[in-house]
């Protein structure tokens, strides 16, 4: 077993929604701009989901659609977590996920 001290799978994910007020809507406010991703030029919410090595799935979220995953994964608190337990245990850790998240 090449990884033997992976600990995660990670990814972001954005679920597609309709346009708060409906599309009808003339009045823009603040909703409208919390729910719209430019990337995919629609309106949304984002999600993070991780699966550790025993098939566990987690999922944090809803966040806002226009945030990056790297601030995502910042405001879960899953990075802080591993980095106390590494600091607790001696050991070293390795997540798995995109090019979108920082290299630590």
Avoid: I
């Amino acid at each position: 077993y090449p990884h033997n001290n992976l600990v995660m799978f990670m990814d972001g994910k954005f679920v597609a929604t309709s346009r708060p007020g409906g599309d009808g809507c003339v009045n823009v406010n603040l909703k409208d701009y919390q729910t719209f991703a430019g990337k995919e030029r629609q309106h949304g919410l984002k999600y993070q989901g991780g699966v550790l090595p025993n098939g566990l799935a987690l999922v944090w979220g809803p966040f806002r659609a226009c945030v990056h995953d790297s601030t995502v994964l910042s405001e879960t608190g899953v990075l802080e977590k591993l980095y106390r337990y590494r600091e607790e245990n001696d050991q070293t850790y390795c997540v798995f996920a995109d090019s979108a998240y920082p290299r630590n």
